[in-house]
């Protein structure tokens, strides 16, 4: 199948700075990717609908100024947490469907962001 | 997006057979129904998909009744390995929808 990358897998950062999140599709073209985050012991939280050469789309309750959100090509999205606060600390999904192919959505590993 | 309804966890032994079973009352005559495997600290992983029937592949079979309101993920002789979250989702398919992950099934795997 289908391969999602993220870089990194880990980040541990200091209260106030920005961190970058990258998701990659390998092996095709994404002009929709998906952000999720993951708090301990919940399910998977959709944030935003990274959408290629366009601004993307945040889910209620997600700040669009915190969680910034660039598609510039259509095999990456970053997602950059701007001003981390602890209470950022979470894993963090990204996630793509072939358009031309099957119905099936893949995940990328996820990222690990601990704010100090 | 249709509400999926699972239980929130299951307890087996190796060797055993799994079924988990999913409410989907709402679903739309579009929506696919598919289930997700997610272990620790990594992104969920496909298991199966289907709309209708049986469905049936190299790690599980997917049962979905005509009425489509519900559907079973059944998981043949479980291993220590497969101690994992397990998602039921439900949506048309299309490149630009994301899945909305209910709170998924914890099963836990014995020896």
């Known amino acids: 199948g289908a391969v999602v990358s993220q870089h990194p897998s880990w980040v541990i950062c200091k209260s106030g700075t920005s961190v970058k999140i990258e998701c990659r599709s390998l092996?095709?073209?994404?002009?929709?990717m998906f952000w999720y985050r993951q708090f301990p012991k919940q399910s998977l939280m959709l944030m935003a609908t990274?959408?290629?050469?366009?601004?993307?789309?945040?889910e209620q309750g997600v700040e669009k100024d915190k969680f910034l959100i660039n598609h510039a090509s259509l095999t990456l999205s970053t997602l950059t947490v701007t001003s981390a606060h602890p209470e950022d600390s979470s894993f963090y999904i990204c996630?793509?469907?072939?358009?031309?192919?099957?119905?099936?959505?893949?995940f990328g590993p996820g990222t690990r962001l601990t704010v100090l | 997006l249709a509400k999926t309804t699972q239980p929130i966890s299951m307890d087996s032994y190796e060797g055993q057979e799994v079924n988990i079973t999913c409410s989907h009352n709402?679903?739309?005559?579009?929506?696919?129904i598919t289930w997700y495997q997610q272990f620790p600290s990594q992104g969920p992983r496909f298991i199966i998909q289907?709309?209708?029937t049986k469905v049936t592949n190299e790690v599980a079979s997917l049962f979905i009744p005509a009425d489509r309101k519900s559907s079973t993920l059944s998981l043949p002789r479980v291993s220590l390995s497969d101690t994992a979250v397990y998602y039921c989702?439900?949506?048309?398919?299309?490149?630009?929808?994301?899945?909305?992950f209910g709170k998924g099934t914890t099963l836990s795997v014995s020896s």
């Open positions: 289907g709309y209708k």
């Open positions: 709402n679903i739309a005559t579009n929506d696919y």
């Open positions: 092996d095709f073209q994404a002009t929709t």
């Open positions: 990274s959408n290629e050469g366009s601004k993307a789309t945040y």
């Open positions: 989702l439900v949506g048309d398919g299309q490149a630009g929808t994301a899945l909305i």
């Open positions: 996630s793509a469907r072939e358009p031309s192919g099957s119905d099936e959505q893949f």
